[in-house]
């Protein structure tokens, strides 16, 4: 589907482009929403220049996702999508400059897009221009980037109670939790790691569009740029920070399975200690030799049975001195 929305903020479907000669003058920007190939050479034809194909979008050489052709600025990023989803991935997205023209080409929905639709009409009138839309779509992008790392970061605080426990409440733990807190470590960690190439991305393509003459003119988009900048610095180290304490979570949670498995370990090792003596007593007089006096006292039974008890009872306590119970 592809949507041109004019400077008054009004979506127009291009559902026949086949039939259209020139596009509207006040269509500031074209949203290309999976475009078939035969969209994408009438799209070529109304605008005169070559857009990106999604195979095009998917190089990964800076060359080939930033750069200046025909006057026109081609750039492309990798925005985190289904973030909201035990899945997170990242889609490319190419954004074209072309005169007073922005043109999106996707093959998903990020939901900073519809946020930005839903606030362009708040954009003043005189700044709905190619360079200053993409600016702010820009903005939006990094605003929901730092949303979802704001909502992963609370949800790793939650997650690092529940490994760790509660002191106040002792809750008995089924033997399997921990395993499955690993899974949930696991997707924080994807979602993490998805944020930080999303923001390595929009740095660099940030850092071209710079560069560019529209932006040099227009002092206004230039400064909100160079802010945007600042906030892809700060959330990249901040999720840089939030990447340390996931992998301090894991260890630490690796570290306490380790421990619960050790003290098992550590139970069945003294029970079998406690138990040997017991079982020593029990062997000797379960010979069938012929000459054992203690057969036939008639108090041996009852000696042999406080015997095993008294082998049992003493390494108990001897352990419990030791503290290794």
């Known amino acids: 589907m ?27 920007w074209i949203d290309m929403v999976d475009p078939s190939r035969e969209e994408e050479a009438n799209i070529e034809r109304l605008l ?11 190089d990964i050489e800076p060359s080939s996702r930033l ?27 190419a954004f074209i400059l072309t005169s007073h023209r922005l043109v999106t080409i996707r093959y ?11 606030a362009l009409q708040r954009i003043p009138q005189e700044r709905r221009t190619g360079v200053a ?15 979802v790392l ?34 949930d470590i696991a997707g924080y960690h994807r979602t993490v790691s998805k944020v930080r190439d999303s923001l390595s991305s929009l740095s660099r393509l940030l850092t071209f569009l710079h560069t560019i003459p529209a932006m040099q003119q227009d002092h206004e988009t230039k400064e909100l740029c160079r802010n ?47 138990f040997l003596p017991p079982t020593l007593v029990a062997s000797v007089y379960g010979m069938n030799f012929e000459f054992m006096p203690e057969l036939h006292v008639a108090y041996g039974y009852p000696a042999s049975l406080l015997l095993m008890v008294v082998s049992a009872v003493v390494p108990f306590f001897f352990f419990r001195w030791k503290g290794w119970l």
């Open 108 to 118: 998903a929905q990020p939901k900073s897009f519809a946020l930005f639709i839903a």
């Open 67 to 93: 750069y200046v052709e025909d006057g026109s600025v081609f750039l492309t990023a990798s925005l985190l999508w289904k973030a909201d989803t035990n899945l997170p991935t990242l889609t490319d997205v």
């Open 2 to 28: 592809i949507t041109a929305y004019c400077s008054d903020c009004k979506p127009l479907v291009l559902a026949d482009l086949s039939s259209i000669t020139q596009l509207p003058d006040n269509a500031v």
């Open 228 to 274: 945007v900048s600042r906030d892809v610095q700060s959330l990249s180290e901040h999720a840089s920070f939030v990447a340390g304490n996931i992998t301090f979570l894991l260890d630490a949670s690796l570290g306490l399975i380790n421990i619960e498995q050790n003290a098992i370990i550590k139970i069945f090792s003294i029970a079998s200690v406690v």
């Open 150 to 183: 704001e909502q992963t970061v609370a949800s790793i605080d939650i997650l690092s109670v529940h490994v760790f426990g509660d002191r106040v409440k002792k809750i008995r733990r089924p033997s399997n939790y921990l395993e499955e807190k690993l899974k």
């Open 48 to 58: 005169g220049l070559e857009v990106p194909t999604r195979e095009d979008m998917k």
């Open 133 to 147: 839309l993409l600016a702010k779509l820009l903005e939006t992008i990094v605003d929901r980037t730092a949303e």
